[in-house]
């Protein structure tokens, strides 16, 4: 059975940091890209980050770019997302979700992602 367990959302004041967790298992891990997205209440869901376990490349989006960090622990099956100077806008459910990654080569955003996690709540105060 296929599992993504996020773990690492709280409440931080802006300029904060936390360190969300995503932990895999019920697949290769090594075979598959991990992606972050979040989804604000009104908003639609957003891609933010995500790093192909076979390829290596990353992808961050625009809004984090420069503040959050990727990265996969392949011994663990976890990947981790790493905030910093968190803003009040970054308040969201965060998710994380699989997808083989051999299908799409290096590309691990807008692919269509099989499994997802349950979230995690990031609320950044002002």
């Known amino acids: 059975e296929v599992q993504l367990v996020e773990s690492g959302g709280g409440l931080v004041q802006a300029g904060g940091s936390l360190r969300l967790s995503c932990a895999a298992s019920g697949f290769t891990f090594d075979d598959y890209s991990i992606g972050w997205f979040r989804q604000a209440p009104g908003k639609e869901r957003e891609g933010i980050s995500c790093i192909s376990n076979s390829y290596g490349s990353t992808f961050y989006a625009d809004s984090v770019k420069g503040r959050f960090t990727i990265s996969s622990d392949n011994a663990k099956n976890t990947v981790y997302l790493q905030m910093n100077s968190l803003e009040p806008e970054d308040t969201a459910v965060y998710y994380c979700?699989?997808?083989?990654?051999?299908?799409?080569?290096?590309?691990?955003?807008?692919?269509?992602?099989?499994?997802w996690g349950q979230g995690t709540q990031v609320t950044v105060s002002s």
């Open positions: 979700a699989a997808v083989g990654a051999h299908a799409w080569w290096h590309l691990c955003m807008g692919v269509p992602y099989e499994y």
